[in-house]
């Protein structure tokens, strides 16, 4: 079935009235929309009948595969002759995960190719923070993407123009018109890209909480299903960790700051709660991995290769077999920083993500639009975290900015992100629960 034998506006009305439609339907449109042969008025309010309706798991499933259908797709286990495994986050604040588990996973012994996007919204997207490494290369040709793979054991890339077309249209269209948090259209938008780039086991980090789509457990425990079920469809192997993002993930917000975490948690220095979370992602991934080992002997290996050296020079062959200079101090740093301190003493009841977030975006470490440029070296670092008693003057946080007039907006935003009080902080591990 094609756009000529379809009706748009008939689908999109069947949909707003709460109708199902086959998979051959669904298939027309987004294959007519990718085509551009269906405008995005009509995309646009089709996404909007769905956030309300909602897609049942067969129209799930269509979806996935019309939007992996629209473009090429890489078999990365049959060039490497490997199981392939890959990870994806569905995005927070503070989150610079794949940047420490990679180089981590590969000391280990597992290859790791990872296509990954920018960031729109609040921060920088993993692409934009691997940019703040001076000299780095997120655009590989494919044969020299897996050519990578195979010798150094991890690339990291932009995603292709030819992979999942359907998905990139889609996904600008829907950050215009309100419809991104729709389970299934998160769902399908996620797993059409993971499909698409050939892994076999994929571990997904389902962020829950204030600065994440899934504001509950609940919702994140449906996601996750979702994108278990498309998998398991498709033959692949699925396991979702559901991660708080109620607060920042470590301590870092901003790319250069971000990346310069990640180093630290690989070199075994980094904050505690994104230790364990980067830690317990190793461990999966090795678990899935084809090298035959449990969970528990996952962890140990991850240990080991960040006690040992192993993993930071991983990073190191990495950034370098990129073009990047994996140094540390080539990491630009923001002229100014300027401290954040708590006004009263108490207990941090709260860290809000979205606050420091949105601090971190007008010092420039985010994009407003499609357009704007990210300042790498700006962002907010966040050495208190929930549940901390601190006094009255004590340090909280630092914000790096370009300006003083930045900065000063900056510390006030922050300090409002902190809720200092007398009650007690909720408990509130960064692993919430695992499903699989
Ligand atoms: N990340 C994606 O890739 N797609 C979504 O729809 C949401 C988060």
Redesign the pocket.
């Known amino acids: 079935m094609s756009a000529e034998v379809i009706r748009p506006a008939e689908l999109i009305q069947r949909k707003r009235d709460g109708e199902e439609l086959t998979d051959a339907e669904i298939s027309a449109l987004i294959l007519g929309y990718a085509k551009g042969e269906i405008p995005d008025y009509q995309l646009a309010a089709f996404c909007m009948a769905v956030f309300f309706r909602g897609l049942n798991p067969r129209e799930t499933f269509a979806l996935t595969d019309a939007m992996i259908r629209s473009g090429e797709t890489i078999d990365l286990g049959a060039a490497l002759g490997r199981k392939v495994v890959d990870k994806h986050s569905?995005?927070g604040v503070g989150d610079k995960t794949s940047l420490a588990v990679g180089p981590i996973v590969a000391a280990c012994g597992v290859p790791l190719g990872k296509m990954s996007?920018r960031g729109l919204g609040h921060t920088g997207g993993t692409l934009d923070k691997l940019e703040a490494i001076p000299g780095y290369r997120v655009e590989l040709g494919l044969d020299e993407f897996i050519a990578q793979v195979k010798d150094v054991g991890i690339a990291i890339v932009g995603q292709t123009a030819d992979l999942v077309p359907a998905d990139k249209l889609l996904?600008a269209l829907r950050d215009v018109t309100a419809t991104?948090d729709q389970l299934s259209?998160?769902a399908a938008?996620?797993m059409s890209?993971k499909l698409a780039a050939g892994a076999q086991a994929i571990v997904l980090d389902v962020k829950v909480g204030d600065g994440a789509?899934m504001k509950t457990v609940d919702d994140a425990r449906r996601l996750a299903e979702a994108m278990i079920s498309l998998g398991h469809h498709a033959g692949r192997e699925v396991v979702c960790l559901l991660t708080d993002m109620d607060q920042p993930l470590g301590a870092a917000v901003g790319n250069a700051l971000e990346v310069r975490e990640a180093l630290h948690t690989v070199q075994g220095r980094g904050p505690a709660d994104f230790t364990e979370l980067v830690m317990d992602a190793c461990a999966r991934l090795l678990a899935l991995s084809d090298l035959g080992i449990d969970l528990e002997e996952g962890r140990r290996r991850a240990e080991q290769a960040v006690a040992d050296g192993s993993a930071e020079a991983k990073w190191r062959q990495w950034i370098a077999a990129q073009g990047g200079d994996p140094d540390e101090s080539a990491l630009e740093t923001a002229p100014v920083i300027r401290e954040v301190r708590a006004t009263t003493g108490g207990v941090v009841e709260e860290l809000g993500a979205i606050r420091v977030a949105t601090a971190a975006l007008h010092l420039g470490a985010g994009r407003r639009t499609k357009a704007d440029t990210i300042d790498h070296a700006v962002g907010v670092v966040c050495h208190v975290k929930r549940g901390a008693e601190v006094a009255a003057g004590d340090l909280l946080a630092e914000v790096h900015a370009r300006t003083d007039e930045a900065a000063s907006v900056a510390v006030a935003d922050v300090l409002a992100a902190y809720v200092i009080g007398n009650g007690f902080a909720r408990e509130r591990n960064v692993l919430l629960d695992v499903v699989d």
Request: positive net charge; charged residues 10%; glycine residues 18%.
């Open positions: 569905t995005g996007g996904y991104v259209l998160i938008s996620i890209k789509f």
